[in-house]
């Protein structure tokens, strides 16, 4: 997420070895068994994960990007 220019604040603070890592660990992200929300839960954090799903990077979907595409 550090590539966004909403973020850019946040990525300038990191190094390029942590930036690289960072990259690399998103690479490889494998989906979490078993990770739920309750409905009540749901209705507080969707909109937020929507809105970093929905962000793009390089014209991938950062949900594209988690789900391997």
């Given at each position: 997420m550090s590539d966004i220019?909403?973020?850019?604040e946040t990525a300038e603070k990191l190094t390029a070895?942590?930036?690289f890592n960072a990259r690399?660990?998103?690479?490889?992200?494998k989906p979490l068994t078993g990770f739920?929300?309750?409905e009540e839960?749901?209705?507080?954090?969707?909109?937020?994960?929507?809105?970093?799903?929905?962000t793009k990077v390089d014209e991938k979907?950062?949900?594209d990007i988690l789900n391997g595409k």
């Open positions: 220019s909403a973020y850019k070895v942590e930036t690399l660990r998103t690479l490889t992200a739920l929300l309750t839960d749901l209705q507080v954090a969707g909109p937020l994960l929507q809105s970093i799903f929905s979907s950062i949900e």
